[in-house]
């Protein structure tokens, strides 16, 4: 195909299928663009279809969820039942035997300082009977389903080299589905051929402009995904990594692509690629496309931990002069960039700066560490803990959930902090809906930049004035420890402030349950395993505390510190506490929730224990509370 097309007809021939009124150009390809703008609707209705995909499961499980928890509380009545009229009847065997047979089990346990059993009283207070009534688990594909759900919980090993942390095997296939999809938009109905590049080019570029929004949506805080799914924008940030990953080869491909078009189209009719380049739509294009991979660049995981907070700056900085350079670039990409200026602006002008941010004067408190520190504040409440309102715009008056965190500022360390908000996991328990003054606590363990500033601060002060954006966070964990009658969590060092007030929700959704189909005879079994590197970090809690958490049937155990007796097995702590628990709830299988907090090491180690109790037949479910920059 043998075309040529001049300087000045560039901006009527350049993207034709984001000018839809223009008719410049070699007519043979408005068929082509044509159909590229009618696929790139069929795109994002499929991201539509998705996320009603998502939302119809969600909800659907949480349904599911409601009806198990009645069911098994109706079973747990009947087998209460059942057992006394057993004793009232038979009675047991042997008393004092059983006794004797288990102080020499629990010696057993205490003899062996990998055997860690968190429930030894229930092997006391646990009927022999009832020992000896286990199912084995039932075949065929009920156990091929077990194996399924074993290999999506399941984590691979890092890759070798580049030390990169890979994800479940689930949310892998999840993020290759997705890459597939990008791919089939980007190539299917495109003949890839020489004098055919300004068809992809303008395909790649369609699609590009069609992600923007998308990308924002992932990004934003405050955004109706979390609503509908149960995702909140920290779940959804690896989604938000990996499409900007492929919209910046994307904006290469569209740059190599005009290269090419320059080289069939133009160069043919005496254009030089200097003054192709230097053309007003090729200079702005240029500019978006520098600012996007610079994005890239300063968003991977080695500049990040090195430079997190230049990383903050320029992340935000950079993506508004793309858009900017983006809206010049083409009339066309208008539409797409106000779609995704109306998301930033609504989250983080209006949201984020405006109705969700509060001030207060924190109390500042040095740990024995010397490295961390505790911040606590009184937010005062807003006299209504739950109104429709607080739907669209829940802030800190209005409480906090386990799990949850907020954004802080600290104007006072430095004039560069005014503009900075560093996320925190809330460490005190959500509130009460009757309390009327809510205690907000900040474990902040000192790294660099500004958690250090805070730390040095606070050695010559002990107020600060703060601000603090939020709650956010996803309730998926919550709900876990909800939907299970053996809960587990499991903290590692700072992890602490994820697991302390998670263990006290699911000391409470027993208490907040129906009581028509409480089953008091059978309350939740709780385990805390908070494993910590030095005993000094035992300093963050207060053995009060704790102490608390044991007088309401929690079990706290605390492994001797890794720095002097190495990492304990937290797979046996699992499986102890599940093996125990299983044969106390006699022949109602329990459901096992876990939670994990800690570093990268410890979050492998317990989800993968999980994929091995799968396996086993075991119903556990797994949450890691990581956060995800």
Known sequence: MDVTVSLSDLDASLHPSLHASSRGGHAGFHPLFEFSSRLMLIYLA???L?????TALHWGSRFS????RRKRAKRWQVGARSSKIAEATHGFANPSSEASSSSSTLQDHSSSPKSLNPYPELEEQTPLLLKSQQKPRQPGRTQFSWAIRAWLVYQPKSIPLINKTLPSNGTSIAILIFIAIQIFFTFYGVLLSIPMAIVFADRVGL???ANLPILYFFAAKNQPIKLLTGYSYESLNIIHRRLGE???????LHTAGMVVTWYTLFRPSGSTLVSFILHKIILWGIGAFVAYELIYFTSLGSFRQRCYEVFLGLHVSLQVFALVFLWFHHHGCRPYVYAALAIFTVDRLIYRMILKTRTARAMLELKDDK???VLSARVPTSGKRW???SLLNSNLTHGWKATEHVFLTVPALAPKHVIQAHPFTIASKAPPLDDKDLHLELIIRAQNGFSRDLLRYSEGHKTVGVRLDGPYGSQSAVEIMQDSDVCIVVAGGSGIAVAWPLVWSAIDAQMDDDPEFLAPSHPKKVLLAWIVRDSSHLDWLSPSKLDELRTKGAEVL??????QNGHPDVKEIISSCITTCTRFYSKNKPKVGIVCSGPDRLNRTVRNTCSTLLHQGQDVSIAIEKFGW
């Open 65 to 68: 969820s409601w009806r198990a």
């Open 246 to 252: 492929v919209m910046c080869l994307l904006a290469l």
């Open 387 to 389: 109104t429709w309102s």
């Open 558 to 563: 605390i492994p001797p510190p890794t720095a």
């Open 207 to 209: 699609l590009f402009v």
């Open 50 to 54: 998705i996320l009603c995909a998502f």
């Open 371 to 373: 490295d961390t520190v």
């Open 46 to 48: 499929l991201n539509v």
